[in-house]
């Protein structure tokens, strides 16, 4: 009982501490958050402009009646770099495109160890050879498509690839 009676004694005193806890951990809260968050750009006008300048653009359009700012440079045109050679090769079109079916002969497509298919192809002349890798071909062995489905590539290129196909046939 005279335990009990102690803790009641006491009981303002612990609530007064507890409470000056919660006062104390607020305060230190509301400081760190402020330390924290580091300078308010809005209100900071150096800063601002120190990072305005270093997200600036690389390059602007100069419309007709603007000024160049001090130290801005003037390009009259973009320096063009020259065009690489886009046209693929023959055997590189070959690798790419024809040698799925050609290569292997899936679908009855004359591979280039099958001589003997190709000497009538042959017989049709070159330009009927072109005419079919270019617009898609239906015989009796079977459907190719045009331009080996790769109508991305030229016709120079396809008709390379004949070339290149023909020149390996072996004999
Ligand atoms: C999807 C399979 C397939 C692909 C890919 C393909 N071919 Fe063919 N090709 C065939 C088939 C099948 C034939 C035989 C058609 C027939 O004679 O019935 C054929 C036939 C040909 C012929 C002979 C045409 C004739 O008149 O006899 C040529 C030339 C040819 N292909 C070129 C190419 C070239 C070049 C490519 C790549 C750009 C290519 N093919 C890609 C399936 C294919």
Request: aromatic content about 6%; glycine content about 10%; proline content about 7%.
């Given at each position: 009982m005279a335990q009990d009676q102690k803790l009641i004694d006491k009981g303002p005193f612990a609530v007064a501490i507890l409470a000056a806890i919660a006062v104390a951990f607020a305060v230190l809260g509301v400081t760190l958050t402020s330390y924290m968050k580091g300078p308010d750009i809005r209100e900071d006008a150096?800063?601002?402009a120190s990072i305005e300048d270093r997200i600036r653009p690389f390059g602007r359009?100069?419309?007709?009646?603007?000024?160049?700012?001090p130290g801005e440079l003037q390009v009259d045109e973009m320096p063009q770099a020259d065009p690489v050679a886009t046209l693929l090769t023959g055997p590189q079109v070959f690798n790419e495109a024809c040698i799925a079916c050609h290569g292997t002969g899936i679908g009855g497509a004359p591979t280039l160890e099958d001589s003997a298919t190709w000497e009538p192809r042959i017989a049709q002349?070159?330009?009927?050879?072109?005419?079919?890798?270019?617009?898609?071909?239906?015989?009796s062995a079977g459907y190719m498509p045009p331009k080996g489905?790769?109508?991305?590539?030229?016709?120079?290129?396809?008709?390379?690839?004949v070339d290149y196909m023909l020149s390996q046939v072996t004999n």
């Amino acid at each position: 009982m005279a335990q009990d009676q102690k803790l009641i004694d006491k009981g303002p005193f612990a609530v007064a501490i507890l409470a000056a806890i919660a006062v104390a951990f607020a305060v230190l809260g509301v400081t760190l958050t402020s330390y924290m968050k580091g300078p308010d750009i809005r209100e900071d006008a150096e800063l601002r402009a120190s990072i305005e300048d270093r997200i600036r653009p690389f390059g602007r359009v100069k419309l007709p009646g603007e000024e160049l700012a001090p130290g801005e440079l003037q390009v009259d045109e973009m320096p063009q770099a020259d065009p690489v050679a886009t046209l693929l090769t023959g055997p590189q079109v070959f690798n790419e495109a024809c040698i799925a079916c050609h290569g292997t002969g899936i679908g009855g497509a004359p591979t280039l160890e099958d001589s003997a298919t190709w000497e009538p192809r042959i017989a049709q002349g070159m330009n009927t050879l072109y005419l079919h890798a270019l617009e898609g071909y239906t015989g009796s062995a079977g459907y190719m498509p045009p331009k080996g489905a790769r109508l991305d590539l030229s016709d120079q290129e396809i008709s390379d690839a004949v070339d290149y196909m023909l020149s390996q046939v072996t004999n």
